[in-house]
Nanobody
Framework: QVQLVESGGGLVQAGGSLMLSCAAS????????MGWYRQAPGKQRELVAI???????NSADSVKGRFTISRDDAKNTVYLQMNNLKPEDTAVYYC????????WGQGTQVTVSS
């Protein structure tokens, strides 16, 4: 059974940094496209960044130059380093894995105060 567990969310002031982690179990991590999505109150869930098994990354224009996604296949973990955070980055951040099926974590809250 695939499980994704996020950690690292919290409250930070604008301009600050946070690193989110997502630990995966179930044996599919190294074969999966891993991603981070976010959902702000009253808005649809949106893609933040993805990383392929080969390490190719892509990210939303709104976070380019500020957020970096990375993965450690030995630890079955994907990370999202978030720098220069803005109030509009406030959302619940979800980890996603795609390999034959799609899997989601439970989400972690990120709140950026102005």
């Amino acid at each position: 059974q695939v499980q994704l567990v996020e950690s690292g969310g919290g409250l930070v002031q604008a301009g600050g940094s946070l690193m989110l982690s997502c630990a995966a179990s179930g044996g599919i991590f190294s074969m999966s496209i891993m991603g981070w999505y976010r959902q702000a109150p009253g808005k649809q869930r949106e893609l933040v960044a993805i990383i392929t098994p080969g390490g190719t990354t892509n990210s939303a224009d709104s976070v380019k130059g500020r957020f970096t996604i990375s993965r450690d296949d030995a630890k079955n973990t994907v990370y999202l380093q978030m720098n220069n955070l803005k109030p509009e980055d406030t959302a619940v951040y979800y980890c996603n894995a795609r390999f034959r099926h799609e899997y989601w974590g439970q989400g972690t809250q990120v709140t950026v105060s102005s």
